[in-house]
């Protein structure tokens, strides 16, 4: 992660609207409603609605990241 990502990362941890997520190895939270942090991996919406990180994510972070927007759409 660059520096600004890790940046943008700090301060959305610290957002009032910060709200977490957790399974056995995945800390999933939603700080903005276009962005998620996955493992403190940054993921956010893009113009076309696809989800975009920089960082790859492992196979049990995209699992619980898929049943998160899952969960958030029926929720």
């Known amino acids: ?3 600004r990502e ?3 990362a700090a301060d959305q941890a610290a957002s009032v609207k910060y709200h977490s997520v957790a399974t056995p190895s995945v800390t999933i ?4 409603d ?3 942090l996955v493992n403190g991996k940054l993921l956010y919406l893009d113009s076309n609605n696809k ?6 994510l ?4 995209r ?3 898929r049943k998160e927007l899952h969960n958030a759409k029926d929720g």
Not at 29 to 32: F, I, L, N, V
């Open 1 to 3: 992660m660059s520096h």
């Open 6 to 8: 890790n940046q943008i």
């Open 29 to 32: 939270s939603q700080p903005q």
């Open 34 to 36: 276009d962005q998620y």
């Open 51 to 56: 989800w975009i990180t920089t960082d790859e």
């Open 58 to 61: 492992t196979y049990k972070e």
């Open 63 to 65: 699992q619980a990241f």
